[in-house]
C-alpha cells in the first residue's frame, strides 16, 4: 500500500519525528511504500477560499510544496498525520495542509482511504487530546476515510522522554500491521 505520512512539527528531530520515523520503519519493513512530507519544512501558502479549484478543471491558484504531496496523496491508500499538541489542536503547519486538501476534495472523498493519528504532548492528562482527537474525526467523517490506528503519547516534553516510554514502538507496530 502507498502510505502518505504529513508530519506538522517544526523539529525535525523532536517527540513526533521518532514517532514519524518508527511508523516509517514498522510500514517499510511490512512492504508498504511510504511518502513523508515535513509540512513545516516547505514553503506553503494557506488556502484563500477563492475557489479557483473549483472551476472547471483548474488547480489551486498556488504553486508550493502542495504540488509535491498532491500526487502522492492522490496516489496513496492511507495517510498519517504527525503532529506535537499546539494548544490543543495540531500545529498550523499540518492545518494548512489539509486545508488546502480543499482543492482536491472530490478526489479525496471518492477514495476509499485508511488514516492514523499521531500525537504526542508534554501534558501527562489525556483529556489535552480531546479536541485534537475529536478534530481529526470529523475529518476523517467528512472524507469517508478509516481510522486505522492512533499512537497519543502524553508526558512527553523533549525526544528523550519519548524515547524512555512505549510510544514509538506502538507507533513501530502500527505502521508494521497498518491496513491488515
Known amino acids: 500500500m502507498n502510505i502518505t505520512l504529513i508530519t506538522g512539527s517544526p523539529r525535525k528531530k523532536g517527540t513526533t519525528a521518532l514517532l514519524a520515523d518508527e511508523f516509517m520503519r514498522g510500514a517499510k519493513e511490512a512492504g ?23 472551476q472547471g478543471n483548474r488547480c489551486c ?5 502542495m504540488d509535491q504531496l498532491n500526487p502522492a496523496l492522490l496516489a496513496s491508500g492511507a495517510v498519517v498525520f504527525v503532529t506535537p499538541l499546539y494548544y490543543f489542536g495540531m500545529t498550523t503547519q499540518l492545518k494548512t495542509v489539509i ?11 471518492k477514495k476509499p482511504m485508511i488514516a ?18 475529536a478534530h481529526y474525526k470529523t475529518i476523517l467523517d467528512y472524507l469517508g476515510w478509516k481510522d486505522a490506528g492512533r499512537v497519543l503519547a502524553t508526558g512527553c516534553w523533549q525526544r528523550e522522554d519519548i524515547a524512555r516510554t ?7 507496530e502500527l505502521g508494521k500491521t ?3
Not at 513523508?36 to 475557489?51: I, M, V, Y
Not at 486545508?99 to 472523498?109: E, G, T
Not at 492514523?116 to 482527537?133: Q, T
Open 32 to 54: 508498504h511504500e511510504v511518502f513523508r512530507f515535513d509540512a513545516a519544512h516547505e514553503k506553503l501558502s494557506p488556502c484563500l477560499g477563492c475557489d479557483a479549484c473549483r
Open 61 to 65: 491558484v498556488h504553486r508550493d510544496g
Open 99 to 109: 486545508d488546502r486538501f480543499y482543492a482536491n476534495n472530490s478526489a479525496l472523498m
Open 116 to 133: 492514523a493519528l499521531l500525537c504526542a504532548c508534554a501534558d501527562e492528562d489525556a483529556s489535552v487530546l480531546d479536541a485534537l482527537v
Open 166 to 172: 512505549a510510544f514509538p514502538a506502538m507507533a513501530y
Open 178 to 180: 497498518f491496513g491488515a
